[in-house]
């Protein structure tokens, strides 16, 4: 059983930059798919960016631009975030093979 594990969340100032980083355990193959999702307070959980094997990648469009989707040549993917928002206040979490991580929290503010 797939399991995922985020980190790299924390409190930035507006314009910052922050690194999440997800490490899936529990399976021999190398995932399909990777991706990061996110959910704001009162707001529903939304895509954030995803990542096939091949390389192909694919952004919200209020992040394209800011944040960069990556992953090494296993199962780790990580989330480049630079000029943070208010708005990007979210926990952040990662999705892959069924599975969803814990979240981490990402709070944007001065």
């Known amino acids: 059983q797939v399991q995922l594990v985020e980190s790299g969340g924390g409190l930035v100032q507006p314009g910052g930059s922050l690194r999440l980083s997800c490490a899936a355990s529990?399976?021999?193959?190398?995932?399909?798919?990777m991706a990061w999702y996110r959910q704001a307070p009162g707001k529903e959980r939304e895509l954030v960016a995803d990542i096939l094997s091949g390389g192909s990648t694919n952004y919200a469009g209020s992040v394209k631009g800011r944040f960069t989707i990556s992953r090494n040549n296993w199962n780790t993917v990580y989330l480049q975030m630079n000029s943070l928002k208010p708005d990007d206040t979210a926990v952040y979490y990662c999705?892959?093979?069924?599975?969803w991580g814990k979240g981490t929290l990402v709070a944007v503010s001065s």
């Open positions: 999705y892959a093979s069924f599975t």
């Open positions: 529990g399976t021999i193959l190398r995932l399909p798919a």
